[in-house]
């Protein structure tokens, strides 16, 4: 079925089930599906549709957005970064006298000095910190959660990785990611949470997953934060 509203046209599938309510799913490639109790009226799935419309236009945007990949970032005021889960934009502020360049976030913007207006220097910045927040941010975490385990981190490093938001090692030796740092503080507290069971569990069994969903149930909404996110934590 093809349904235009609000000046935008989208095609959705109509699935007829055994079923009390009606509800959208929406795959990853943008396919759109309504699933409705047998004998539902067009008109009821029609003003559904309506009812969702800015959440589905959303959700085929992040969608679109995620399957065109990661894309060049721009440094300057009309470029943002992910810091903590949300996007923030930049304000660059050119200084000679600094002995180094660095970022502070202030004002919901990310306020970025630098000795000399040049990208990779402001790249750099942003890069240094982001180092330095996810350190802070995840010693923070191990601390709030160090009460639940018997054995403590032997050492904290933050790494460029580009396949893992982090490991823990026979060794007790944790390491994460720094683009961490632009997630939301509850997806940080999950990828800590989940290299500390790995002092007690090092794979990924049903003891291990038993470990994790216990100190915190809803790992799995973590999960998918990443996973829809990823594409966009980058400098």
Known sequence: MIHTFLGDTIHFEIKYKN???MGIYIDHYGNIEVQAPKGTPDKKVIQLIEDSWDLIQKKLKEMKDRMAGPIDKVYDASESFLYLGNEYPIQIHENHNADQDYVVFERDKLHIYVQQLEDERIKQALKRFYY?????????????HQSFFKEKPRSIRISDSKTTWGTCDSKRQ?????KLAMAPREVIDYVVVHEMCHMVHLNHDRSFWRLVGGMMPDYKEQEKWLARSSWKMTV
């Open 132 to 144: 330095q927040q996810c350190k802070a941010l995840v010693e923070r975490s191990i601390s709030a």
């Open 174 to 178: 944790l390491t994460f990611n720094w």
């Open 19 to 21: 079923r009390t309510s």
